[in-house]
């Protein structure tokens, strides 16, 4: 029997419901007090999920909670990180790590001094799609991985969440903060750590309008770039070349696909947890699918859309998964698989890649992390219902 770990929660906003359904899908997490920075929506938080609202002072200070849920917004994961950690207390944050690689760096030193742990999303990696991927590249199905492609690619933010701005601000906006968490994870899964990166930018609508909620219909200003095209080479040799948008009305290619010296692969949205898995080994045979959700974290459990942001209709989304494998961790003394070391590598592919397609000029990548092992049946076992 796990220890059920007492998490408090920090930032009751949008995302915060997905990890309170988390609680029925693993065994040793529960939040049992919240806090946000506007008081009322920790007080509604709580009248909802029947837990207690504090003040994010009196939270981060609380000796009965283990594990800071931080859910703020991207600039905010910082300092709220790092409060969690000077209280003692391990921190499972929202992607990205931080918006500022140094910050990141900081959060790492002292988790270390401290001897915490430190979890990051995103943990979709950890599902049956990018594992299933990751199965049949380390079986070399479709051979040594030369190149392939990955686009995220959208109208915007504005169009699902009642508070978009942020993603549209000078310093912590634009896609590569929002959606490049989800692509560069699962791609350092998949193929190791990254080395070098290139790329240019496309400056989009300059206002854009809310599309839900109390201010719908309100305008905003874009204060950052809105599409980024980068070159990704990647330790190992492979190269991707990555799109990430908010400025695309419709497209049809998929999310993620892997160009082998002995196949293709088409890797599943990694912004969930299920999906099937195709491969082609030779031209004009028909792709092969393999399935996933019979997975215990690839079945279906979303059969019509609930206006969350990060959930398609029919789907698979066991976020907490993350929180819940750290707990694990942290109780058996194992290195968390959504740890800090390649959170920073992530976070220092996205400040490289927006540096380097600003800029024009060529990035290296600074850090490097372990290529991730596989988050086998035997492990996810261990912190399901």
Request: aromatic letters at 8%.
């Amino acid at each position: 029997m796990n220890k059920i770990f007492k998490v408090g929660l920090i930032g009751c906003g949008h995302i915060s419901e997905t990890y309170f359904r988390a609680e029925k899908y693993f065994n040793n997490i529960k939040i049992i007090k919240c806090a946000d920075i506007n008081h009322n929506n920790a007080l509604k938080c709580a009248k909802n999920f029947k837990i207690e609202a504090l003040t994010v002072k009196e939270l981060l200070k609380d000796s009965e909670i283990e594990i800071i849920l931080n859910l703020t917004i991207p600039k905010a994961h910082y300092q709220v990180a790092k409060q969690a950690l000077i209280n003692g207390k391990h921190v499972y944050s929202e992607k990205p790590l931080a918006i500022n690689f140094e910050d990141g760096k900081d959060l790492l030193k002292l988790a270390k001094k401290k001897k915490l742990y430190i979890g990051n999303a995103p943990d979709t990696f950890l599902g049956g799609g990018i594992q299933k991927s990751k199965e049949l590249v380390d079986k070399k199905i479709i051979g040594k991985i030369n190149f392939g492609n990955a686009i995220f690619a959208f109208p915007g933010v504005q169009s699902y969440h009642p508070n978009p701005e942020p993603w549209f601000a000078k310093k912590e906006g634009g896609p590569v903060i929002d959606m490049g968490p989800y692509y560069l994870t699962a791609l350092v899964n998949l193929l190791g750590p990254a080395k070098k990166v290139t790329g240019s930018v496309v400056n989009g609508i300059k206002r854009r309008t809310i599309g839900i909620g109390p201010r719908k219909n309100k305008t905003f200003k874009v204060e950052c770039p809105t599409t980024y095209l980068s070159t990704i080479t990647f330790e190992n040799g492979s190269v991707i070349r990555l799109t990430l948008s908010f400025d695309v009305i419709a497209h049809q290619r998929n999310h993620i696909e892997l160009y082998g010296d002995k196949g293709s692969m088409i890797v599943p949205d990694p912004n969930m947890f299920g999906g099937s898995v195709y491969v082609c080994k030779n031209l004009g045979d028909p792709w092969k699918e393999y399935k996933t959700n019979k997975m215990p974290l690839g079945k279906i459990n979303i059969r019509s859309q609930s206006s969350r942001a990060n959930e398609s209709a029919t789907n698979s989304n066991y976020r907490g998964a993350g929180l819940a494998e750290m707990a694990y961790s942290i109780e058996n003394k194992k290195i968390n698989k959504c740890n800090g070391e390649l959170s920073l590598h992530v976070l220092d592919i996205i400040q490289s890649t927006m540096k380097a397609c600003t800029s024009g000029k060529l990035q290296s990548i600074k850090t490097t992390c372990a290529k991730p092992q596989p988050f086998s049946l035997k492990e996810v076992k261990k912190i399901i219902k």
